[in-house]
């Protein structure tokens, strides 16, 4: 197991949204895990969140839906998929405002977001930026490393 991997990190939320949900009366629950380069953590694995959904459903009587749309692509189809959602301006802002460094490093900008460039969360992020862009994704403005 990777040691960036937090047990229980995923059900916490996800079980934490779902009573939120309840108590709003909202039946679906969206997470961006992702099986198809996600470190190997179990907690991102599809038959997880099946069994995480039964447990909810059963465990609160209710009939949430937990989707998972990032579940089956990449980092490179997932910035796609934010550009053909929201175009460039979603793409900046995912840039811009979003965090995946395991190493906590906001002051390092790359043209795929900040981060320290080099633990294992920045180089899926940076190699799945590197694919989008070869394959014609935008790139926003500022600096690349």
């Known amino acids: 197991m990777p040691n960036t ?3 229980g ?8 949204a779902a009573a939120v949900a309840y108590r709003r009366g ?5 997470t961006s895990v992702c099986e198809t380069d996600y470190s ?6 599809d ?15 209710s009939r949430f839906v937990l989707h998972t749309p990032l579940t089956w692509i990449d ?12 175009g460039f301006g979603l793409v900046e802002m995912i840039v811009r405002d979003t965090h995946t460094c395991y ?8 043209a795929w977001g900040t981060g320290c460039g080099g633990c294992p969360a920045c180089d899926l992020r940076a190699a799945g930026w590197a694919k ?9 403005s500022g600096p690349a490393s």
């Open 5 to 7: 991997f937090v047990p």
């Open 132 to 140: 989008y862009v070869a394959g014609g994704g935008a790139q926003p």
């Open 103 to 110: 190493l906590r490093d906001r002051d390092h900008r790359h």
């Open 40 to 45: 190997g953590y179990p907690d991102c694995r």
């Open 26 to 30: 909202a039946r679906h629950i969206v």
């Open 47 to 61: 038959d997880t969140l099946k069994a995480l959904q039964v447990a909810l459903n059963l465990g609160m009587e």
């Open 75 to 86: 980092k490179a189809a997932t910035w796609a998929l934010a550009e053909r959602l929201g």
């Open 9 to 16: 990190r995923n059900p916490m939320f996800l079980t934490t």
